[in-house]
């Protein structure tokens, strides 16, 4: 994991349970002339692009290749100790404001050089879809890990929010955080990897694994960002509604949440009915965590980090019970998993 508050997954874990916010004034100013409040990391904390990649980075946007530098480290993290190639599901930014694209999938054996990471290019995807997208790609995981018998698989999210178009397109439809407002996002970055394996192989080969995914929900809603119908919060609902039919829970219920509120208001409406419509699922009092207070909106790689937030926890004791983290996307999708303790 590479946020701007660590630079592996632990590190990222101990600063965001210490509180430590990295969000800082920038010397960008939106339209009202006041400084936008941001999270990005320093140029230092980078790798270079590696030499073999001069070709690729002279016709890449500056974009693409920060999202390369920031999947970097955050990949190689993920996957170490494991020799074979290994199918990588990429969580990508979503089409936004300002029109930039996502890398296709020509970008995974640019990761692969980039890393060194060996990947099973022909089993791994792309999936522009934002927040969410890296809790939707789970389920395709799932597929690889029971019908093509994977051992291991790569889910994964990377993005940045560090480009004057984008944050001017944002700054237009009123959406960033700045001096003086409170209803808006701190724009962020960072990336994030979960090695993925079915339970009846955790013992047998391979590091210790940290956690069970126990349940997954998706959701749609038309009511999203980009629509024209009304926002009415049905698409988390249902995200809740399908991981807690799929829970064998047997009469527990849920000690936190990891959220994906991101500083914008319009986020607490499906929140308010998913939860509501599903109380009885939900421990009193519930601890609710929502890391993007420290370390500004990681856009499609908040999914796998919000799982490895949990599954850490989890690991060292510090959390209890099942957690279900959430995210949404500013279009449709919509994700929900609930993650436990593994039993000793």
Same mark, same amino acid.
């Given at each position: ?22 969000? &800082? ?20 904390? *980078? ?16 974009? +693409?290749?920060?999202?390369? !530098? ?44 980039? /890393? ?9 995807? #792309? ?15 799932? &597929? @690889? ?12 999210? #990377? ?36 090695? *993925? ?11 210790? /694994? ?5 349940? @997954? ?28 039919? /799929? ?29 509501? !419509? +599903? ?6 009092? @519930? ?19 919000? #799982?490895? *937030? ?35």
């Amino acid at each position: 994991m590479v946020t701007p508050v660590g630079l592996t997954a632990r590190s990222t874990a101990a600063a965001i349970r210490a509180g430590i916010a990295r969000t &800082r004034l920038s010397p960008v100013l939106n339209k009202r002339f006041k400084p936008l409040i941001t999270c990005f990391l320093e140029e230092e904390h *980078l790798p270079p692009i590696d030499e073999r990649l001069s070709e690729w980075a002279s016709r890449s946007s500056i974009h +693409h290749q920060r999202l390369l !530098r920031l999947a970097t480290g955050a990949l190689q993290e993920a996957a170490q100790g494991q020799s074979s190639p290994l199918p990588l599901l990429l969580a990508l930014p979503e089409p936004r404001a300002g029109g930039i694209a996502a890398p296709d999938t020509a970008f995974l054996e640019v990761l692969a050089l980039q /890393s060194g990471i060996s990947l099973d290019v022909r089993h791994s995807q #792309v999936f522009p879809q934002g927040r969410a997208g890296g809790l939707l790609l789970l389920r395709e995981a799932l &597929r @690889l890990l029971v019908g093509q018998r994977m051992p291991f698989v790569l889910v994964g999210g #990377v993005d940045t929010y560090l480009d004057l178009e984008l944050l001017t397109a944002l700054d237009a439809e009123d959406r960033l955080l700045a001096e003086g407002l409170s209803d808006g996002f701190a724009p962020g970055e960072g990336a994030a990897f979960l090695c *993925l394996r079915l339970a009846d192989t955790g013992r047998r080969e391979g590091p210790r /694994s940290l956690a069970r995914i126990c349940a @997954l929900g998706l959701g749609r809603e038309e009511g999203h960002r980009s629509s024209t119908k009304p926002y009415r919060g049905e698409g988390l609902a249902a995200a809740f509604q399908e991981v807690f039919q /799929s829970w064998d829970g047997q009469g527990r219920k849920v000690q936190g949440v990891q959220a994906g509120f991101n500083g914008e208001n319009f986020w607490a409406k499906e929140w308010g009915v998913a939860s509501l !419509r +599903h109380a009885r699922h939900f421990a009193e009092p @519930l601890r609710i965590e929502h890391p993007i207070e420290c370390m500004g909106d990681p856009g499609a790689a908040l999914g796998p980090m919000l #799982v490895a *937030l949990a599954s850490l926890g989890l690991a060292k004791g510090y959390r209890e019970g099942a957690w279900l983290a959430w995210c949404s996307s500013d279009r449709e999708e919509r994700g929900a998993v609930i993650i436990e303790a593994i039993a000793v």
